[in-house]
């Protein structure tokens, strides 16, 4: 850097924005493709998020914006990627392609300065200046040892703790009986492992890879760090003994849906989830969800109003997500609730007291068809006043489930109900839902099979949900 006491900061604010672009593109690639190089607390941050991406690119204009020269802008760059990345990443050809990328946008400010001092200064080559920023460490490799009987890891959790190590692992060797390990030799071969066959027996993994590990340094003297993977106990003694001779140790084991690596330098222990991710659908199919969801509520209780607590969990039961987690996702800081209240086209949203619950129901522009079907549920609701009280055999349960459809498809003989709205009907006219009917009158199966062995119903399933209909006129016997 020129000892130039009037040089000024960049101020070419489309140079800066350009910078910051690469920056944020980068980070975003590297948080979709390997994770494992973003620090743990950033990796699941929604960079992708318009609101996310604005704030990110606002705080590196701001840091980028103060540097007085292209090495300044770098060193700044430097710093910025050390806050976010692990230390390997730093060592990939993407760290030196990016930083190349930024010299070359910058170059002509090495020009500049030399012009404004009043003499010529020869421009610095395109290199690395990681030298000068981060400590390189010693030639050295990382060692992974692996008891395949007692630990699974595949090609996601490998790149983990290549993240995890300061030196790139070079050997990688698997303990196991393979004879009765299927085809995992050749999977684990093409991954670059060598392969040690142990005799069948307990612990037998365990034994021959303490017995090669311990004297491990001898064969590789630039062995620096050993990664002991087995959830084991036995393996203290092998992860002392490495210790003993100046390695530095990460004992990687499972414990439930958690890959725990503890480091024996530091004593910091660094959790991977094993749980699969979560795939948080995109907020216009969300809320495609949540309407799918309301309307089946509201046919299912003939109440156009359904409590957001209800629909919280019906969401939870069938997508495996909370809503809090979607709005997460794509409403940073918001609460579950605003993603009915701020999008008013499709939600319409009553709440009767500060205290009380809220209540949800779908905005639709009123036609006749509501009017007529609320006088519908009306009619039905009355006519089937006059349905027995008590069922007390098969024909019975038949000649009432078929009273009942005949009801409701009054308006549209012959037409297709859904299973869940029989289901409902009946259970408000005989108090008692129909699974609990049929048990009582010892019937064997499901209320799918029960009415797919009668000769009066027809069955079709439309995409998740069952649907019945009449299939014949009613017997004699239904007068």
Not at 189 to 201: A, D, F, K, N, Q
Request: net charge positive.
């Amino acid at each position: 850097m020129l000892d130039n006491p009037s040089v000024t900061p960049i101020n070419d604010s489309a140079l800066i924005e350009e910078i910051s672009f690469y920056i944020y593109q980068a980070i975003l690639e590297i948080q979709q493709q390997q994770p494992n190089l973003l620090r743990e607390k950033y990796r699941n941050v929604p960079l992708h998020n318009p609101k996310n991406q604005s704030t990110f690119l606002v705080k590196l204009k701001e840091g980028f914006s103060k540097a007085q020269d292209q090495e300044a802008l770098i060193i700044n760059v430097q710093k910025f990627l050390q806050i976010l990345l692990v230390s390997s990443y730093f060592k990939l050809p993407d760290y030196d392609n990016l930083i190349e990328k930024i010299r070359s946008s910058t170059q002509h400010l090495v020009l500049d300065s030399s012009t404004d001092v009043g003499h010529s200064q020869q421009v610095k080559p395109l290199t690395s200046t990681l030298s000068r920023a981060l400590p390189e460490p010693s030639e050295g490799i990382a060692i992974l040892l692996l008891d395949a009987e007692n630990l699974k890891l595949d090609v996601n959790t490998e790149k983990f703790l290549t993240g995890v190590c300061v030196y790139p692992i070079q050997i990688k060797v698997a303990f196991a009986n393979w004879s009765k390990m299927g085809k995992q030799d050749v999977e684990f071969h093409g991954r670059g492992y060598e392969l040690i066959h142990v005799p069948t027996g307990k612990d037998s993994a365990d034994v021959k890879m303490a017995t090669v590990g311990s004297s491990i340094f001898v064969h590789y003297p630039t062995a620096r760090e050993v990664l002991v993977c087995s959830s084991d106990g036995v393996m203290t003694h092998l992860c002392n003994t490495l210790q003993t001779h100046g390695l530095t140790v990460y004992r990687v084991r499972k414990q439930a849906d958690n890959l725990t690596v503890f480091n024996s330098k530091t004593n910091q222990t660094q959790v991977l989830s094993l749980k699969p991710s979560l795939e948080v659908p995109s907020l216009e199919q969300a809320i495609s969800q949540l309407k799918e969801l309301i309307k089946v509520e509201q046919q299912d209780t003939n109440n156009p109003w359904v409590k957001l607590s209800k629909i919280s969990k019906l969401f939870h039961t069938k997508y495996k997500l909370t809503i809090s987690q979607v709005v997460s996702a794509h409403l940073p800081g918001k609460r579950a609730r605003d993603i009915f209240t701020e999008n008013s086209k499709d939600f319409v949203v009553h709440q009767p007291s500060d205290d009380a619950e809220l209540y949800l129901t779908l905005f639709e522009v009123n036609h006749p068809d509501t009017v007529s079907r609320q006088n519908e549920v009306k009619e039905i609701e009355s006519k089937t006043n006059s349905f027995p009280r008590k069922i007390n055999s098969r024909v019975e349960l038949e000649q009432a489930l078929i009273k009942l459809l005949t009801e409701v498809t009054t308006k549209s003989p012959g037409s297709y109900i859904g299973l869940s709205t029989l289901g409902t009907q009946f259970s408000r006219q005989y108090h008692q839902p129909i699974t609990k009917m049929m048990k009582s009158l010892q019937l064997n199966g499901n209320f799918i099979r029960f009415l797919q062995s009668c000769s009066y119903f027809k069955l079709k399933q439309t995409g998740k949900e069952w649907q019945v209909a009449i299939a014949q006129p009613e017997p004699a016997t239904l007068k």
